[in-house]
């Protein structure tokens, strides 16, 4: 099925000949994970796999060898990305998750500027107010039913009002409904050549919006690209270290190797803090009196400056060219009507003119979300209906502020949830909420380095794949992970590593505990002004979204689609989103927690 699936979409890909690979490319590692995970499955169970009917085995084989000829059909390999920046440490990668990771990294390869492009001045970059977008068809009448995709067409301009020509441009999309409380993310495509065209499901019956936003032009979003690659120390971190009456603070980063260019001296002596179950890499600058082992504490140190140049800086503006609307050139609102009842000829023609089919993850109506597909989300108003729900569990979760988040929510929704004071410092953890009367483990701690919290104990520094592998598991365990905050500033390398460290320990810890519940929280979107773009810019989280959600399909991991919350919803981005987004999070996370009993069938 899903072969076919992925069929029709090549197919569409190649009849269009435009840059349909967009979309082959985020599915692609989908779809090769899926056969690893097979793949992996079957030779760990090879034993039992003599019970399995022979042709089960063959379909997934069978599978595995369509996607590699879907590959195949996509070209070369994507290109070798040379290690930079200490990620050739850590677990040594299996081929084929050395393999996994060319192709992820492919996945994301974000369209480069033309050479005849940089550098630009600002005035020949992209400018939202002087880009306009229309609704498809433009002309001629049209009726929209639910269950129809809407397409919306983008075309960028720069400053002077002339059209662009090359693409790249961060734009994101939404369909709202302020009257009935609707919204859905869309799906935006880069035809790489100043045209983008936006794909909205239509999902609600009455009145509907589009709006575009840029949320950086592509002149901006190369100089993240160069930050994000060459200036992965552009946050710092330090180190108190202690004896007696002795202390010290030094600067501590992933890497401070001499080939990362982040020493004064080659040859200055380190503390290596490098995991020894994970190999994930950590080093601080050594103190000058005290040893290594004298380390108290971890914090952030600190924003690099003057990472841009004045010129450069004008493409990073507030209200000019960072997350500004581009307007419409006619209607920008359609009504929709009520699913028509096809005949099986509408249907078929339907087929032929609709494009490639995008399905966001869910929408908003009436302020809450649900989900598109799977476990519908139930509602949780009252503490009683948790209490109820989490009656039993234990819940582990871990990850940068926006899980803390979660915790926080659950410990001041729920009265019967008391927080235990731990003494840890404020908004850092680790945290721990217990209801005895209903036996319910709420429990928070953050990721490792690199975490950009104010003051972490060194003994409370672990790593997530660590504190995985010392759960038992089962099906009273819940972990909930949300972890990508803090990886902004650093090459997806290393993201992808620390993503496949946990992926093992959650592998062990399935096999080990079966009927372990694990949820995944993504990025989400956030406020950005030019200070917060050059760290945090949603234009990074996109990027380590786009990466963590292949790596974890097939997994039978639960997500959140955070992205898509947040975007389809009509409050303001916030790296913390609004508790209205919070309490539609909990609802879809409680909803997998305890599912609805399914309604006995009658007769
Ligand atoms: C990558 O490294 C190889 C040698 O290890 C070198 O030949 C090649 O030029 C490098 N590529 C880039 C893009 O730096
Ligand atoms: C740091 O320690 C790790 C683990 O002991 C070791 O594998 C690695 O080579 C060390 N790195 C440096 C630069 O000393
Ligand atoms: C639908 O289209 C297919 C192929 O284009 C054709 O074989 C089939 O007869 C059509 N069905 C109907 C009901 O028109
Ligand atoms: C929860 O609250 C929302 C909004 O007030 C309401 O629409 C919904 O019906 C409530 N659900 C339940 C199960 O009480």
Redesign the pocket.
């Known amino acids: 099925m899903l072969a076919a699936e992925y069929e029709a979409v090549a197919g569409h890909g190649r009849q269009r000949g435009v840059t349909m690979c967009r979309h082959l490319s985020k599915y692609a590692p989908i779809f090769f994970l899926l056969a690893l995970f097979g793949l992996i499955f079957l030779l760990r169970n090879i034993h039992t796999l003599e019970n399995l009917k022979c042709h089960t085995a063959s379909t997934l084989f069978q599978l595995q060898k369509s996607i590699h000829t879907a590959f195949a059909q996509e070209g070369p390999l994507p290109p070798y990305h040379n290690h930079t920046f200490c990620s050739h440490l850590g677990l040594e990668p299996s081929p084929d998750e050395a393999l996994e990771e060319r192709y992820l990294l492919g996945s994301i390869a974000w369209p480069q500027l033309p050479a005849r492009a940089a550098p630009a001045l600002l005035r020949q970059t992209s400018d939202p107010v002087h880009s306009l977008f229309a609704v498809l068809p433009s002309k001629g009448p049209r009726e929209w039913h639910t269950g129809d995709q809407l397409e919306a067409l983008v075309q960028m301009h720069d400053f002077q009002g002339r059209p662009k020509r090359y693409g790249g441009d961060f734009l994101v999309a939404r369909l709202h409904s302020p009257e009935l409380g609707a919204g859905v993310a869309g799906r935006v495509v880069d035809h790489l050549n100043g045209f983008y065209s936006a794909l909205f499901p239509l999902l609600w019956v009455g009145m509907a919006q589009v709006e575009i936003t840029m949320v950086h032009s592509s002149e901006a979003v190369a100089v993240l690209q160069r930050l994000r690659e060459q200036r992965p120390d552009r946050v710092f971190f330090k180190s108190l270290f202690r004896s007696g009456y002795l202390s010290e603070t030094t600067m501590c980063n992933m890497c401070l ?1 001499p080939d990362s260019q982040q020493l004064k001296q080659p040859q200055e002596p ?1 503390c ?1 803090f ?1 995991d ?1 179950h994970t ?1 994930e ?1 950590w080093f601080c600058l050594k103190p000058k009196l005290l040893s290594c082992d004298s380390r108290v504490n971890h914090a952030k140190g600190g924003y690099q400056k003057n990472l841009i140049t004045n010129k450069e800086a004008l493409l990073f503006q507030s209200g000019v060219n960072i997350k500004v609307v581009v307007h419409a050139s006619g209607p920008d609102r359609i009504d929709v009507l009520p699913k028509k009842l096809d005949g099986p000829e509408l249907e078929n023609s339907s087929i032929k003119t609709e494009p490639v089919k995008y399905n966001p993850s869910g929408y908003y109506y009436q302020g809450s979300w649900r989900p598109s597909g799977g476990t519908p989300a139930r509602q949780f108003n009252d503490s009683l209906s948790i209490t109820q729900c989490l009656a039993g569990k234990a819940i582990h979760m871990y990850g940068d502020s926006t899980a803390r988040q979660w915790f926080e929510y659950l410990n001041a929704f729920v009265p019967d949830i008391k927080e235990f004071n731990l003494h840890s410092p404020k908004n850092v953890g680790p945290y721990m909420a217990v209801d005895s009367k209903h036996n319910i483990l709420l429990k928070y701690r953050c990721h490792g380095p690199p975490i950009r919290f104010s003051t972490v104990s060194a003994s409370e520094l672990r790593y997530v794949a660590n504190e995985l592998d010392g759960l038992p598991g089962g099906p009273h365990t819940v972990v909930v992970l949300s972890i990508w905050a803090h990886f902004s500033t650093f090459p997806v390398e290393v993201y992808i590593r620390r993503m496949r460290h946990i992926r093992r320990a959650l592998v062990r810890l399935l096999d080990r505990g079966p009927g372990t519940l694990v949820v995944l929280r993504s990025a989400n979107l956030q406020a950005l002004d030019q200070e917060v773009s050059l760290y945090n810019s949603d234009w990074f989280s996109l990027q380590l979204d786009g990466v963590l959600r292949p790596m974890f399909a097939g997994l039978g991991v639960v997500f959140v689609d955070a992205w898509e919350m947040t975007l389809a919803h009509h409050l303001p981005h916030n790296l913390h989103p609004p508790p209205a987004i919070i309490k539609n999070m909990i609802d879809l996370f409680l909803s997998h927690v305890c599912p609805a009993k399914k309604k006995k069938k009658k007769g």
Do not use: S
């Open positions: 190797l380190l290596n490098t020894l190999g890499p």
